[in-house]
């Protein structure tokens, strides 16, 4: 996020001195504090409490597959109801189920790249298959790594973060990773992975047969996005709504990168841009301020504050008046 606003900055003709500092620093540190808001929501669904936020750059996508979930899916068919046949009991287990699905993808991958490409150029010399069957293990063997990261998380920075919660900012939480989701629904990590990757894939077909830039769809991106939007979807839709939420998820970060493009200055000569949805709504938000003119980013990045600032004394306002009224009727 911290680039991505610094390019955006420097390509408004701030420069790269203590105003791109400044305001790029009041425009991140209160856009990160914004986009766990938004989650907040739908967390208290996934995780049944309240202890804990989402910290991650694809918060707004998340946001939006919660809201299409709520709107369009059913909340009583959740993803992790699905009636696995005896025979394929083993799929239940996360770690058999990721290692095979991403087996069915490194093997396409690899096929479409072609055998002399991946032997001569990956893997040293290694079958293609067999490559592309070790890089879906290993990918496998990193997830579970990172669920236990996540679970040691959980259980060790939260009561650690009670000082600053009780202290310092009362009712604060700390916003965390996005792999701290994936233990609450493993059926919708697969599911919403699976759908927001054909997505890309598509999306990259349909751009090739239109001609504009072609956004390559990344496996990692649409992993733990993909899989956020599915588990997002599924708190407030069920299976419909882990499908709807990480379909839609999937067309923001394929199409989206289209239009943050003109706004990245000379980062875009590098044939490279951003994926996740807070780097690519606000990013295309700040850039076309940027077009503007310094001044406008500089005002734009100012009221930005201000409004949230102002939101949020209202809504602690009116939360305490709520209590408040409890309590006297009590």
Partial sequence: MSCLTAVILISAHLGTGWK?????????GTLLTVTPALC???????????TVAMGHT?????AISGLMGKLFGNPK??????????????????TVS???LMSIVYIILAIIAGPHFVETKLSSGT???VYALTQAGTFAARFVVVLQGVRMILAEIIPAFQGIATKLVPNSKPALDVPIIFPYAPNAVLLGFFVSFIVGTLSMLLMVILKTTVIIPGVVGHFFCGAAAGIYGNSTGGRRGAVIGSAVNGLLISWLPLLILPVLGNLKMAASTFADTDYLIPGILLGKLGQAGPTAI?????AFVVIIFALSFYLNSRDKRRKAMSSEKN
Wanted: aromatic share 12%; charged share 20%; net charge positive.
């Fill in 40 to 50: 907040q929501p739908f967390m208290r669904k996934i995780t049944g409490g309240d």
């Fill in 98 to 100: 990721i290692t095979l």
């Fill in 20 to 28: 791109t500092v400044l305001f790029g620093g009041l425009f991140e």
């Fill in 127 to 129: 079958n293609y298959i």
């Fill in 77 to 94: 068919k959740t993803t992790e109801d699905l009636k696995i046949p005896k025979s394929l009991g083993f799929l239940r287990d996360s």
């Fill in 58 to 62: 694809g918060n707004i996508g998340y």
């Fill in 298 to 302: 500089i005002c734009g990045i100012l």
